[in-house]
């Protein structure tokens, strides 16, 4: 049995063939995959009550909680081609120097501009944060934002990455994110807010950042992967391209990835089973039946070439895969993410400055830190 979310019918629906592909291979294990509403809940629930579902999804925020927690089987050794995946979603299921659990696929923010706003005003896409800047302020209007994004800490952070910051320290012991270079990426941030060349998406009068690009309202979004298949069935008419997020004052590169694994419960009753049929979700027949049939990003490196041919239009997020880096850092962390987004919100709103910003993202930060690694 695999547990998961449900996610969109193409979604289901692509997984429901892997999963037949996978029972047709072979006559000794029979698989089915069970989407819940819910899914957290009724995941601690078997967790706990001991009535654990064989395969289940872990998201990179949780991960860090149930390798803590001590419930999670660590199989990456009995996993086919590991060095296929690629390093960033390698390194964030993995700890105490094991991989735990195979990535099931990903997504990877970039910037999505609209094409006929840019060529309009004689605009090439942005490659520097001096270009995304110029353009905001050519193509910002009363009905036009130049730039919508609302500022959290998982698309702030990316920012963060692309001026040579970081969050924690490599070992995830303690905060980095009080840094010089975090400080030059709000300072950037900040200023397209106070100049009136970005908006929120309420400010935008768009539900997200999709929205915003699909009905006008927005000249340059910053979005994940997702946002193509909204496009295509949303807004089939509106011209817009994709590129990978401007370069900050080093020239530097950066992005941030997020990914789910398939994990197996530490007390699993069908281990050797289970990693068979993991081992099929994430080889080169399962994954590619199940990216073709949702456009999801393959986690595995060999398969980016065939992707990219039945999904041009998506290869900027592979190719930012090679500079994104994992969300996910330890458990608890959900409350230094609840205090970064208070002190951005109060920061573009102007009741924050961007260093007691980043003290007070420091400060719960390294607290959550010290309990986690206690």
């Known amino acids: 049995l695999l547990l998961g979310w449900s996610g969109s019918d193409a979604e289901n629906k692509a997984l429901n063939q892997v999963v037949a592909d996978f029972n047709a291979s072979q006559t000794e294990i029979e698989a089915k995959f069970e989407p819940v509403p819910d899914y957290d809940t009724v995941l601690q629930n078997a967790l706990v009550g001991g009535d654990v579902p064989d395969v289940f999804y872990v998201s990179v925020q949780n991960f860090p909680t149930f390798v803590r927690d001590e419930v999670l089987m660590p199989y990456g050794d009995k996993l086919d081609n590991v060095e296929d995946f690629y390093p960033a979603l390698r390194d964030s299921f993995s700890a105490n120097d094991m991989l735990y659990c195979a990535p099931k696929d990903f997504s990877v923010l970039a910037l999505q501009i609209n094409t006929e706003m840019f060529e309009k005003a004689g605009l090439k896409p942005p490659t520097t944060w001096d270009e995304m800047k110029a353009a905001a302020k050519a193509l910002a209007t009363d009905s036009v934002a130049g730039f919508v994004l609302n500022p959290s800490l998982d698309r702030f952070a990316a920012f963060f990455y692309v001026a ?172 230094v993410e609840t205090k970064a987004n208070e002190q951005l919100q109060l920061l573009i709103a102007g009741q924050a400055t961007i260093e007691d910003a980043l003290k007070e993202i420091e400060s719960v930060g390294n607290t959550v830190l010290a309990e986690a690694n206690k």
């Open 164 to 335: 040579g910051g970081d969050i924690t320290n490599a070992d995830k012991t303690e905060m980095a994110v009080n840094s010089a270079e975090n400080m030059a990426a709000l300072e950037f941030l900040n200023s397209l807010y106070s100049e009136g060349l970005a908006k929120t998406t309420a400010d935008a009068n768009a539900g997200w950042g999709g929205e915003a690009l699909g009905k006008g309202l927005a000249a340059m979004v910053m979005e994940g992967n997702w946002v193509e298949g909204f496009m295509k069935d949303s807004y089939p008419d509106v011209k817009y391209q994709t590129v990978e997020l401007p370069a900050g004052p080093t020239g530097a590169k950066g992005s941030l990835a997020f990914t789910v694994c398939y994990g197996v419960a530490k007390n699993a009753k069908n281990p050797e089973a289970s990693i068979k049929f993991i081992n099929y979700l994430v080889g080169p027949d399962g994954m590619k039946t199940w990216t073709d049939g949702t456009g999801v990003l393959p986690s595995r490196m060999s398969l980016a070439e065939g992707f990219i041919k039945q999904f041009p239009e998506r290869e900027v997020y592979l190719k930012s895969a090679e500079f994104a880096h994992g969300w996910g850092f330890a458990p608890g962390f959900n409350q």
